[in-house]
Structures are given as C-alpha cells and as structure tokens.
Nanobody, 117 residues
Framework: QVQLVESGGGLVQPGGSLRLSCAASGRVFRIYTMEWYRQAPGKQRELVALMTSGGSTNYADSVKGRFTISRDNAKNTVYLQMNSLKPEDTAVYYC???????????WGQGTQVTVSS
C-alpha cells in the first residue's frame, strides 16, 4: 500500500502565494506521474497540473504562468507552488500519484486552499 500525505494549504489574500506538498510512503517502488487536482464547492474535480517521470509538465489554462509543479524523486514528494492567487483558486487540492508496474492510482486526503481578503 501507498499513502499520500498533503500539507501546505491555508488562507491567503489575493495575490499571495502558497506551496503545497504531497509525500508518498509505503510500498513506493516507482512513481510515474504526479498530479494535482482541485475541487471547488459545487464543481467537479479538475486537473490543475501534472508532471511525468521524465519531467514533462502540463497545466490547466487557468493556472498557467502562476502555478509550478515540481517533484523530488528521492523524497517521493511532489510540490505545487502557487503564486498570484485569485479567489477563484479557492478549492480543496488533492494530489494523485500513479505508482508501480500496475500503474495504480493513489490519492491524498486533500488540503483546503482559501483565497480571500
């Protein structure tokens, strides 16, 4: 089994920054993609950013130029640096990792990000 633990959420004013972290533990033999999703109240969960094992990245149009995904393979950790935050970025943020030869999906518990003055 693999467990993902997220941290770094909180309350921030518009224009501010936060950095989310998600660390994997357990039977982590190989991690393929590392991904961040978010879900705002009353909305579907959406992909925010992903990074492949080769380092390729992809971002939702709404966060391009403001958010940066990165990973530390030695620590089995993925980060999401969020700058120039807007109220519409308010959501619960979830990390997901694709792990192992069976490419199983594992999810974090979610962390609340609130952007408000």
């Amino acid at each position: 089994q693999v467990q993902l633990v997220e941290s770094g959420g909180g309350l921030v004013q518009p224009g501010g920054s936060l950095r989310l972290s998600c660390a994997a533990s357990g039977r982590v033999f190989r991690i393929y993609t590392m991904e961040w999703y978010r879900q705002a109240p009353g909305k579907q969960r959406e992909l925010v950013a992903l990074m492949t094992s080769g380092g390729s990245t992809n971002y939702a149009d709404s966060v391009k130029g403001r958010f940066t995904i990165s990973r530390d393979n030695a620590k089995n950790t993925v980060y999401l640096q969020m700058n120039s935050l807007k109220p519409e970025d308010t959501a619960v943020y979830y990390c997901k990792m694709v792990v192992g030869t069976m490419r199983d999906n594992y999810w974090g518990q979610g962390t609340q990000v609130t952007v408000s003055s």
